[in-house]
């Protein structure tokens, strides 16, 4: 075979990979202004990582990551995690080599995944209620990732990893004194989940495996061609942009992601082995450690999807490692559209199974079984359906005609006649909550969704759900807690409130925060009442903030009593955590948009607040800056909403150069755009990071953040496309140069990923831009053939369409200077970086102003601090020489 290595083993040069238009070279520019773009210029044909201008380099350096937020409350409700950081990893530690096997990218010099090499923590905190916090020790040199509470609260468990391995330790919660615990360095590929037994006892997490031996060795010659074999059938992949492409690197995979599973002593002196290594995806630990539930990943491997869509199957495994039973088989997925018989296996199949937090057994959902069984008592379960069990058919289970959901609880020693139905809805359940209380269940039937879904609007018109409370002695009766219309946004009843966790939209039934600890519906004290947490949102949003709530609903009356509503005004406050049963103790946090976010312990009762952060400001300039919120009409009448920011200072005098940053989506119609917008919170500070282009006002220029909605049918939005793309971009331009803001002779356009495709666009289809900064970007939507974004419609239904959408088939037409930027190891399965060289190419060919730099190291989106950095000196050169500089005398303001 084919000798293949990783992009990150090849050693690049210090420095971007830079690819310039000679044209704009020679570019004539006012007198003036030569000494600028001769440095402008310079500073855009550097082959070295360049530093932007101080006042840019302050704000995107800005040490954010010294304010403390709250967050993972423990058990007892006492202290909060801090994970702490120092900043934009470095270019150091994302060259360091690694494998990218089929998408999954392993650190192989620590069996680690590789983010976990890149993005750890340099520390942790833990502050208490009373605002005090307590350092955990670590050994010097180290990162820290996924801490986990013990069940009491005392204890905590964390990741630390050095450059070689990585180990479990257990730090004391008063102290903050760790040690290690794990002898054997941690396998932390497929997993990185560290898992308490419930009762706090051991760790559970998986290792490197004993006596594993050395990697499989690369062929130093190739054994054979690179295969590939088309399959049969309805095909639904994408393009991805990385494989397995050999046998060795199946044989890699299999390597670095067989570990064994052990349960660690939290004193550090035992080491107790479950079962055979496996390549364990997931694992919990129930009953005390005595049985585990675990996700295994299966061959066979493939050369034409990634690794998340292997085969897997879900086992329980005794304290020994033996397989007690199969709950789920899913097979590789090799994009084929199943058909109908498979499709009734899976429907059959156990869906969120958990542990019961009472120690019960394993509890899953299923499909009902259908009537004729009900009523001859015959009705079987569909464990094991998905490997060939019994599917079931698609007759009636209740007198609606359609079949509903039960809740299964199966007991040790997980045989049939151990496994039976707890509860049976006449519905689909999607969501199941447990409590404290064990007889006491909340269940979901439909959607708890806040308004309708933005992809799939269509599908939740009118749509709604319910969640009622249950007793599981007494299953006849059910108890209304909340009712959900998804055309009803405003009166959204909000969604429980949960221990250990903020509330949830659906999904796990009684999942684990962060794998370790039960998330559970939280009860009052009394027992009788659960709690909906949710956010009141003004029709005039621009003018009234968002305000959060808590209601106590007594769980056998329905009576509902507001115990907690934020303040109207001009600040926003949001709970982070209920510090008792009752909801009269508080966490929240309070933010304006001018002020930046701090916590604060209140007291519902007496309204006091006291405070438990002071976090700083970083970046006043542009937090106070001036603002504008409008809305703009486009010649078909659609209104759309856009942000503007000013200088600091700016007063209207004169009028602005300006950058559009900008990222279209689709909607069907006005109303469905008009949706999007519902949750705008006037009060929100500003969420500034390293590519925040905002950090522009701060050299003169306006900075424009508009909406761009693509408008249609659905699944025929992108029809109108590029009309209404000119559209969006025209009715911004023009409403701005009417108020007198912007200089529409100087003006830019940008944006990343799809919004660096619309970049591209915008240059080809509209005379508006003297330059565009685009990041990422697909310009050829051929080499997407299968689809893209919210498109459906693959390239041989419609060629025109893909056709027009792509800007590379119309570069003569490019008006103003293109920059685009894009990493070398961008893993976006629709934006290759052969997009933006084939781009250039065209440029260049064509004559046309345009320059490339390619990242190493880099995915689909910068974020070394040397390629940070880099990137801002050469937005800033780029427009300051075709934009602000621009051969053109400022426009003045109009009287």
């Known amino acids: 075979m084919m000798i293949r290595r990783s992009l990150a083993g090849r050693g690049f040069r210090l420095g971007p990979l830079l690819l310039f238009a000679v044209a704009m070279l020679g570019r004539p520019v006012r007198a003036q202004d030569t000494t600028a773009a001769h440095s402008d210029s310079a500073v855009l044909a550097s082959e070295s990582y360049l530093r932007p201008p101080d006042r840019i380099a302050k704000l995107v350096q800005a040490p954010w990551w010294k304010n403390t937020t709250l967050a993972d409350p423990s058990p007892d409700r006492t202290h909060f995690v801090r994970l702490e950081s120092e900043g934009m990893p470095s270019l150091a530690s994302f060259a360091r080599p690694h494998l990218n096997l089929g998408g999954l990218q392993i650190d192989p010099a620590a069996n680690r995944a590789r983010a976990l090499t890149t993005r750890s923590a340099t520390g942790l905190e833990l502050v208490g209620i009373d605002g005090r916090g307590v350092q955990v020790k670590l050994p010097a040199g180290t990162t820290v990732s996924d801490p986990a509470w013990s069940p009491d609260g005392s204890r905590i468990a964390f990741l630390v990893h050095s450059d070689r391995a990585t180990h479990v330790y257990v730090a004391d919660v008063a102290s903050g004194r760790s040690r290690e615990v794990s002898r054997t360095p941690v396998l932390a590929t497929l997993t990185t989940s560290l898992e308490w037994l419930p009762d706090g006892s051991g760790l559970v997490t998986v290792l490197v495996p004993a006596d594993r031996g050395a990697p499989p060795a690369d062929p130093k010659v190739a054994t054979g061609p690179e295969v590939r074999l088309s399959q049969p059938g309805d095909n639904q992949m994408w393009t991805y942009p990385t494989l397995l492409q050999t046998p060795h690197d199946k044989a890699l995979l299999a390597y ?371 603002t504008r919120v409008l809305t703009v009409k486009r010649l078909d009448g659609i209104e759309v909403q856009i942000k503007v920011t000013f200088p600091p200072g700016y007063h209207g005098e004169t009028r602005l150069p300006a950058l559009l940053w900008f990222y279209p989506m689709e909607y069907t119609d006005q109303e469905h755009y008009d949706e999007s917008n519902r949750d705008y919170n006037k009060n929100a500070f500003p969420r500034l990071g390293v590519r925040s282009m905002v950090y522009f006002v701060e050299l003169g220029y306006a900075v424009v953040e508009p909406d761009a909605p693509i408008i249609g049918d659905a699944g025929e939005m992108n029809d109108h496309y590029v009309n209404d793309l000119r559209n969006d971009l025209a009715a911004v331009v023009d409403e701005l140069d009417r108020d007198g803001d912007i200089d529409r002779q100087r003006l830019a356009v940008g944006g990343h990923s799809y919004g660096a495709f619309s970049t591209a666009n915008a240059l080809v289809h509209t005379p508006f831009f003297k330059a565009g900064i685009a990041g990422d970007g697909n310009y050829n939507r051929t080499l997407t053939p299968f689809r893209f974004q919210t498109e459906r419609r693959n390239l041989w239904e419609d060629f025109d369409l893909y056709h027009a959408m792509s800007p590379l088939f119309f570069a003569d037409q490019l008006n103003g200077a293109l920059l685009m930027y894009h990493g070398l190891a961008d893993q976006n399965p629709g934006t290759f970086p052969i997009h933006s060289k084939r781009m250039f190419d065209a440029l260049n060919y064509l004559g046309k102003t345009a320059a490339l730099y390619y990242y190493p190291y880099e995915n689909h989106g910068p974020a070394t601090e040397s390629t940070i950095l880099d990137l801002w000196s050469r937005w800033t050169a780029w427009l300051d020489l075709y934009v602000k500089h621009a051969r053109v005398e400022p426009a003045r303001k109009v009287p």
């Open 256 to 626: 670095y992601t067989t570990g064994q599973l052990a349960v660690l002593g939290v004193d550090g002196r035992s080491e107790r082995r479950i079962g055979a290594p496996a390549m364990i995806k997931s694992f919990d630990a129930g009953m005390d450690g005595t049985y585990f539930l675990v996700t295994v990943m299966t061959r066979p491997f493939s050369y034409l999807v990634p690794v998340g869509q292997f085969g897997q199957k879900q086992e329980i495994w005794d304290a020994s490692g033996k397989v007690l039973a199969t709950l789920t088989t899913t097979p590789l997925d090799t994009g084929i559209k199943p058909d109908s018989a498979t499709r009734a296996r899976r429907e059959m199949e156990p869906r969120d199974p958990t542990w019961r937090p009472d120690g019960a057994g394993l509890s899953f959902l299923e499909l009902a079984p259908r009537k004729a069984e009900a009523d001859s008592g015959g009705a079987r379960s569909g464990v094991g359906a998905g490997a060939g069990g019994d599917s079931g058919s698609d007759g009636e289970a209740n007198p609606r005609g359609r079949r509903g959901d039960r809740v299964m609880l199966w007991a040790p020693p997980f045989d049939s006649a151990s496994l039976h139905p707890v509860y049976e809805a006449h519905a689909r359940m999607t969501d199941v909550n447990y409590t404290s209380s064990p007889d006491l269940v909340l269940v979901t039937e439909g959607s708890t969704r806040q308004g309708r879904p933005r992809f799939a609007p269509d599908e939740g018109e009118g749509r709604g759900g319910k969640v009622y409370a249950v007793y599981l002695s007494r299953p006849d009766t059910t108890y209304p807690i909340a009712t959900y219309r998804a055309d009803d946004f405003y009166g959204h009843p909000g969604t429980l409130l949960t221990r250990g966790a903020p509330p949830r939209l659906g999904g796990f039934y009684a999942p684990r925060e962060s794998a370790h600890q039960p998330i559970l519906a939280q009860l009052s004290s009394d027992g009788g009442s659960v709690f909906l947490q949710g956010t009141l949102y003004s029709k005039k949003p621009l003018e009234d903030g968002p305000r959060e709530f808590i209601d106590r609903v007594e769980i056998e009356t329905g009576k509902k009593t507001r115990v907690y509503e934020g303040e109207a005004g001009d600040t926003y406050e949001n709970v982070v955590a209920a510090l008792d049963d009752d909801a009269t103790r508080l966490v929240v946090s309070r933010q304006s948009a001018t002020t930046v976010p701090d916590f604060y312990l209140r007291d519902v009762g007496s309204g006091n607040l006291t405070a438990l952060t002071h976090n700083t400001d970083y970046a006043p300039e542009i937090t106070h800056a001036p």
